[in-house]
């Protein structure tokens, strides 16, 4: 057996004891009340980092901590990799529809049950049992290490970017590695080499200076929800297409090898649909399930509210209404250029006798990252290795805005070797990870490092 292989199996229950302890913590980045444990979280890491032989430093932010450490014992003539994740994890409601409560991680079904079990601190601990594992069994290690766990991925990453720009010398590496996707379905070790972006949304309209009686106005005077919702009728077309002028401009297209590399994967529409209980799939004309998926853009309405919602009937015109839109965009939409765009849309489609705010959030750009660069050919490598299958190469509709500002700013291309599944309710009651892919992306996670500096001394070698 292999002595990674060998290391794992013997400290099995200790690894697990320890990410138990990491989901235990609240970590919730959007809640104000849980700023305390989330630098509570942040000081665990540092911990988990300090236990495998790395003295982390945490870097304070307006928002919530960044853990950061290095070791560069590898020298100056070996490479560097960053490896990036988050600690921080997505709200818990609706809270009754937990199994077992969302920070008291259970296992059972073979898989570990909690908030955050793949989005991300499993995957993050996966990483750092990794290095552990690889440390444990090497009198030295192959290349440098550099480790970046920020606690504001599931709120757009505002504070991370100033970090990046602000420390690109200290961060400077040959590829930067991340563990925050899903495999493309169990068994099948899977590359991510593209993500979608995003522009968000909330539009207010609002007409009558008070909600009035139905009856009386009813009829004469505008209701800002009906044109709320004849607005959104409009967005999108009856082929399925987001109605927004310019919107599809600067779309790079699929090429014929996507799509026919993407309609050679193991997907069947039929088990998608029963997968989530839905009789159909819907969606742009034209183009397959993945095709719209991973590399089309859409628009969708988040949350709607305004008039009344309680119990029984109350005849209301309500004088306000509220929508949250988003789209995921791909490449190379821009979210400022696509925020410009819509926009306008909205204040052109929106009847004069409404007045209609658009507030937007942050959001993120879409990424692809080269395919055969040498880290996507180590975690490739690394994969075979510890699947014992070919991995395949997928995109996926999900955004990480540091991706491509990684790219940009440190000029580093990002590696996407994840570990989650389709199905393991990733922002959703019951999240879970498999353990075996907890268990097997330690190995692939210490295989990477030698993996990476044998495929860069192979790139070389070809130039
Ligand atoms: N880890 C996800 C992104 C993801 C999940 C990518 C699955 C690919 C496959 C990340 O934590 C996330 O949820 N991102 C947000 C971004 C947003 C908050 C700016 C998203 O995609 O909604
Ligand atoms: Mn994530
Ligand atoms: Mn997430």
């Keep these: 057996m292999h002595p990674i292989r060998s290391y794992v199996e013997s400290n099995k229950k200790r690894f697990l004891d320890e990410l138990k302890a990491f989901l235990h913590i609240e970590s919730i980045s959007t809640l104000p009340e849980q700023k305390q444990t989330c630098a509570e979280c942040a000081e665990y890491v540092r911990s988990e980092l ?17 853990v950061y450490a290095e070791d560069l014992n590898a020298g100056t003539s070996a490479p560097t990799t960053l490896f990036y994740g988050h600690y921080d994890v997505q709200p818990v409601d609706p809270i009754a529809l937990w199994t077992t409560p969302p920070f008291e991680p259970s296992i059972r079904n073979e898989r570990l049950y909690a908030r955050g079990a793949a989005d991300d601190k499993g995957q993050v601990h996966l990483h750092l049992k990794g290095i552990e594992s690889l440390r444990a069994t090497r009198d030295s290690m192959p290349c440098n290490i550099k480790i970046l766990i920020e606690g504001e991925e599931e709120i757009g990453s505002t504070n991370l970017e100033k970090f990046l720009r602000e420390h690109a010398a200290m961060l400077a590496c040959d590829t930067v590695l991340i563990s925050d996707t899903a495999m493309l379905a169990p068994g099948i070790p899977t590359i991510t080499y593209g993500l979608r972006g995003l522009a968000y949304f909330e539009i207010t309209l609002t007409s009558a200076n008070s909600d009035l009686h139905s009856g009386m106005f009813g009829g004469a005077v505008e209701n800002p929800l009906n044109a709320l919702c004849s607005i959104i009728a409009r967005l999108k077309d009856e082929y399925g297409r987001v109605a927004v002028p310019h919107f599809y401009d600067d779309i790079l297209p699929l090429t014929p090898e996507e799509r026919k590399q993407f309609a050679s994967l193991p997907f069947s529409d039929e088990k998608f649909c029963a997968s989530i209980g839905i009789p159909s799939t819907r969606g742009e004309f034209g183009y397959s399930t993945l095709e719209r998926l991973w590399a089309r853009p859409t628009l969708d309405v988040n949350g709607i509210w305004g008039g009344f919602t309680g119990a029984g009937a109350k005849t209301v015109l309500p004088a306000i209404a509220h929508a949250k839109i988003s789209m995921r965009l791909v490449p190379n939409q821009s979210s400022k250029k696509i925020e410009q765009l819509f926009k306008e849309h909205i204040t052109n489609i929106t009847p004069p006798t409404t007045h209609v705010e658009i507030q937007p959030f942050h959001g993120g750009e879409p990424a692809l990252t080269p395919m055969d660069s040498p880290g996507n050919k180590a975690a490739q490598a690394a994969l075979r290795f510890a699947y014992g299958k070919e991995p395949v190469f997928i995109r996926d509709g999900g955004s990480i805005p540091i991706v491509p500002l990684f790219q940009n700013i440190l000029n ?16 959703a009651p019951d999240e879970n990870i498999l353990l075996e892919n907890y268990f097997l992306g330690i190995e692939s996670s210490a295989y990477f490092y030698e993996e990476f500096v044998k495929s860069l001394s192979k790139t070389h070698e070809a130039m």
């Excluded at 300090?50 to 960044?66: C, D, E, M, N």
């Excluded at 580093?412 to 922002?427: C, I, K, R, W, Y």
Aim: charged share 10%.
């Design 50 to 66: 300090a236990r495998i032989g790395f003295a982390a430093k945490i870097f304070p932010t307006v928002g919530h901590p960044i």
């Design 412 to 427: 580093a291309p990002v590696v996407l070797m994840g570990f989650g599944l389709p199905d393991e309710n990733a922002h």
